[in-house]
């Protein structure tokens, strides 16, 4: 039931924008689709099925690992209690917007074929252990790292919601650790895990970066490398769309799969505190995991900041191209993020502004954009789209790197913000409609003060994917126009590693400050607002 007073520009406006967006995407299929249907005489001699298997051998392998890391980390992180623990909650929570390629290239410091422990064992026992970083195991090291720790930010949350009166009852029987996980946990959990593997499937089908780097060559190659390869290695355009056009396939059908499982709710708030701990070898295994998922985690960023943060760093500042990339980088991540915000509140508050079922689902559609067109088939389309309007895509390019991030961040920000506009409307509907506020009062005086911090965490989100991104700029950037993910992929390219080093901790020093300072910077905005 709606509460608050109807905002019919609230919706005209929402509604207006869902269909541009909608009317964006179908252009940008039919530029994909277009380009299929015209080049079927062509004889391109990708081998779509065999990218297809393993694009969804490493997804599908990707999902189970990270849901059984994320599960067994957040088991640890739920009953444990020691100093910095909300620190080391912040730090997985931090998962989301860590840049692949800084993992990647973390891992590569690590275990690759110079890295940290090939040096130790060729130390101590005059022995190599190869390159375990290149080929699956690498791409599955990365992904787990990153998706295992978004899976235990996820599952975390849906602990700490388990009401404390079912706890009492649990310790009120004597419940051991394991049949506390059982009869307690595991329920609080299980309605989660479904809709938590297609989008953990989903982000690892899509991957880009991470497969780019580690992937070792041709038979690990996935969907989304395959169309890099197609366009800028051997301009096999006809192959490139036939690769886009599977992708779009498989993605879709996860979606309409997916959308039938229950939602999940993005969590960077505050964990709450442990209130049953276990003991025993339960504590002590829970101590165990926890460590070993903060070496994983933490140890691939650590190596970043040393190895980058070296003698590398002076003679990459000194080049005036790293500035005009860090500007590119900077302006582009705001200005996506800005543009970002823009796009969720008004499609969030024209959802909210209507109780009509069918419209509130038509206007949450665009929120699926990226997750059925990922940032390489999106980036293919706008290329081909531009190219056939006869616009110059050097002219195109910052525009198009702009619109896309944009889209390709917004499924997180309507997950950040539309939960919070719901509750206001739930909480102060009947209030608003008292005081006859317009709908811009309404705004500045209680959804603004109220939404601070959620702003702050989703401009942050934006402005971390649009710092991070590589996979929109790779089919645009030119040797005039490039940012710094592009930057770094092309001192690795032209093994440079002391540059890529240094960039790859910029990057993540760039990530740390925006995903901690804005929430609170917006925070503060907000509470001197109210």
């Not at 969590?267 to 165990?288: I, T």
């Amino acid at each position: 039931m709606l509460t608050l007073p109807r905002r019919p520009v609230r919706i005209a406006a929402a509604t207006t924008l869902a269909a541009a967006i909608a009317a964006l995407i179908a252009l940008v299929l039919w530029a994909i689709l277009a380009a299929a249907t015209g080049a079927e005489g062509d004889t391109s001699r990708i081998d779509i099925p065999h990218l297809l298997r393993m694009t969804s051998t490493q997804a599908g392998l990707t999902a189970i690992l990270s849901l059984a890391v994320g599960t067994a980390l957040a088991w640890s992180l739920n009953r444990l209690r020691f100093p910095g623990r909300d620190f080391v909650v912040g730090l997985f929570a931090s998962a989301i917007v860590t840049p692949g390629m800084v993992v990647a290239f973390g891992l590569l410091s690590i275990w690759g074929r110079n890295g940290w422990i090939n040096q130790a064992s060729e130390a101590l026992f005059g022995v190599s252990i190869g390159n375990p970083a290149f080929g699956l195991s690498g791409i599955l090291f990365a992904h787990v790292v990153l998706d295992g720790a978004f899976a235990a930010r996820i599952l975390l949350a849906r602990l700490d919601a388990i009401p404390a009166a079912r706890l009492k009852t649990g310790q009120s029987l004597g419940l051991s650790a394991w049949q506390r996980f059982a009869i307690i946990d595991w329920p609080a959990l299980r309605s989660t895990m479904p809709g938590l593997a297609a989008i953990i499937f989903l982000l690892a089908f899509t991957s880009f970066p991470i497969v780019l780097l580690l992937g070792g060559g041709p038979a690990n190659q996935t969907l989304e490398v395959a169309i890099y390869a197609a366009v800028r290695q051997d301009f096999d355009l006809a192959g490139a769309v036939r690769l886009a056009a599977t992708q779009i396939a498989v993605c879709s059908a996860i979606i309409l799969a997916a959308s039938a499982l229950a939602p999940i709710p993005t969590s960077l708030s505050a964990s709450a505190a442990p209130r049953w701990r276990d003991a025993g070898l339960a504590s002590l295994l829970q101590g165990v995991v926890l460590v070993l998922c903060i070496l994983g985690f933490a140890l691939p960023l650590l190596s970043v900041l040393l190895d980058g943060l070296g003698t590398g760093i002076g003679n990459l500042v000194v080049r005036p191209t790293f500035w005009w990339a860090a500007a590119s980088s900077l302006v582009i991540g705001a200005a996506s993020a800005m543009l970002t915000l823009v796009l969720a509140l008004l499609l969030a508050l024209g959802r909210g502004a209507t109780a009509n079922g069918p419209l509130r689902t038509l206007l949450g559609m665009p929120a699926f954009a990226y997750l059925a067109v990922p940032a390489v088939v999106l980036s293919l389309g706008f290329f081909l789209l531009v190219r056939n309007l006869g616009v110059a895509p050097a002219t195109a390019a910052p525009f198009v790197v702009i619109l896309a991030n944009s889209l390709l961040a917004l499924p997180f920000a309507m997950a950040t913000l539309g939960p919070p506009l719901e509750a206001i409307a739930h909480s102060r509907g009947k209030l608003i409609r008292s005081l006859g506020l317009s709908g811009w009062r309404q705004f500045a005086s209680v959804e603004f003060p109220l939404l601070g911090r959620d702003i702050g965490v989703m401009l942050a989100l934006a402005f971390c994917f649009s710092l991070g991104d590589l996979g929109v700029i790779a089919l645009f950037g030119t040797q005039d126009f490039q940012t710094l993910p592009l930057m770094m992929f092309r001192s690795l390219g032209s093994y440079r590693s002391n540059d890529a080093a240094a960039i790859a901790a910029i990057l993540l020093i760039g990530t740390i400050v925006a995903f901690v300072g804005l929430p609170r910077l917006f925070e503060r905005i907000a509470d001197a607002a109210r």
